[in-house]
């Protein structure tokens, strides 16, 4: 697609509930991201993909949060058993993975909110 | 202390008027550095990157980087309403993907 593509935009979830948020980046971008934006915050990193392997996950907060990108295209980010401290809203990013600036472009993000 | 810190604001300035937006680093390993904007609910968008010290220009917007000080800015000229929104720095270390956010200046340009 022409963009980075999120759903869904909003979650609610009660708290101990698990969530899956999908993102589909732009085509033939290789590198994938997941960034987590608490309110009034910039974006944190959480996780990074180049093609379905998963080079670096120092970000997730705790072993509650799993991503996946089986086929090297679209990722899913889960959090299982969501605690209210995950409410934000999860940015995706792709890239084309190319060296130096790291140009990224970013979905609309899906908004979690535990109750 | 974070990383890469960034006076969140709000920032309030008639139309019309220089905006001045900044942010300090403490990493001497970063070298690039962006500035995103995000309109409220959406995602970042890509403005501006440079690489290294010195200015770059595009249109109404400067970007410039002082690595001796570690502290970069950006100008944004004749402000207009369509401005308003949150500025977020980012950089990232050379061989490296991660970015990393400062917390983002929120921005109102009043007609």
């Known amino acids: 697609g022409a963009g980075v593509s999120q759903s869904p935009r909003y979650k609610v979830a009660k708290r101990g509930q698990d969530v899956a948020l999908r993102c589909d980046p732009i085509?033939?971008?290789?590198?994938l991201f997941w960034y987590q934006q608490a309110l009034g915050q910039g974006p944190e990193f959480l996780t990074y993909?180049?093609?379905?392997?998963?080079?670096?996950k120092s970000g997730l907060p705790s072993d509650r949060f799993f991503a996946e990108r089986p086929e090297g295209s679209v990722s899913t980010l889960k959090i299982q058993r969501t605690q209210q401290e995950d409410s934000a809203v999860y940015l995706c990013?792709?890239?084309?993975?190319?060296?130096?600036?790291?140009?990224?472009?970013f979905g609309a993000g899906s908004r979690l909110t535990v109750l | 202390q974070k990383e890469v810190e960034q006076d969140p604001g709000p920032l309030s300035v008639p139309e019309g008027a220089i905006v001045s937006l900044n942010c300090t680093y403490s990493n001497s390993a970063f070298q690039y550095f962006m500035w995103y904007r995000q309109y409220s609910r959406k995602g970042p968008e890509l403005l501006m990157y440079?690489?290294?010290?010195g200015n770059k220009e595009d249109g109404r917007f400067t970007a410039q980087v002082d690595k001796s000080s570690k502290y970069i800015s950006l100008f944004i000229r004749d402000s207009q309403p369509s401005d308003s929104a949150t500025y977020l720095c980012?950089?990232?270390?050379?061989?490296?993907?991660?970015?990393?956010f400062g917390k983002g200046t929120k921005l109102t340009v009043n007609p």
């Open positions: 993909f180049q093609n379905e392997a998963q080079l670096d």
């Open positions: 085509s033939g971008h290789v590198s």
């Open positions: 990013a792709s890239s084309l993975g190319a060296p130096g600036a790291n140009v990224l472009t």
């Open positions: 440079t690489y290294s010290s």
């Open positions: 980012a950089m990232n270390k050379g061989g490296s993907e991660k970015l990393v």
